[in-house]
């Protein structure tokens, strides 16, 4: 009887402690293991640093695209952007002004068409110029 009443007070003495370490053990595993675990957490984190910058830079384009179209209502009509639109957009000059076209196009084909000599092609023109 005495060794019936000791194994049920020593059982009393471990079920706190176990159920504690099995809870904690449970909760480490969920946390390295579980479907939201800190990986998961961590990556999301960093997606929404990423979306709240795209966010930021998203509300500034809005921003200047309101600024954009107050300035071309009639209400609040900017006379000098509504010309700088024009003469981006046509080749509309006025009176006494020159008008320069660039053709950036083909001024790097040009660059890219320039061959630069190679060594035979260099030497062979500096023992012509020698003799």
Do not use: C, H
């Not at 909760?27 to 990423?50: A, D, H, K, M, V």
């Not at 952007?81 to 790097?108: A, F, G, Q, S």
């Not at 040009?110 to 003799?131: G, I, N, Y």
């Amino acid at each position: 009887m005495k060794l019936v009443d000791t194994t049920q007070q020593r059982m009393k003495r471990m079920a706190w402690p176990t159920l504690l370490f099995f809870l904690l053990f449970y909760t480490y595993f969920q946390l390295l293991t579980g479907e939201r675990n800190i990986n998961t957490w961590y990556r999301l984190s960093g997606e929404i640093g990423s979306l709240e910058k795209d966010i930021y830079f998203l509300e500034q384009d809005r921003d200047d695209w309101r600024l954009k179209v107050n300035r071309l209502r009639t209400a609040t009509l900017d006379a000098d952007y509504v010309e700088e639109l024009i003469r981006r957009d046509t080749p509309m000059i006025r009176e006494n002004e020159v008008l320069v076209l660039i053709d950036w196009e083909d001024d790097k084909a040009s660059k890219e068409e320039e061959k630069k000599p190679t060594l035979s092609e260099f030497l062979d023109e500096r023992l012509a110029v020698k003799q």
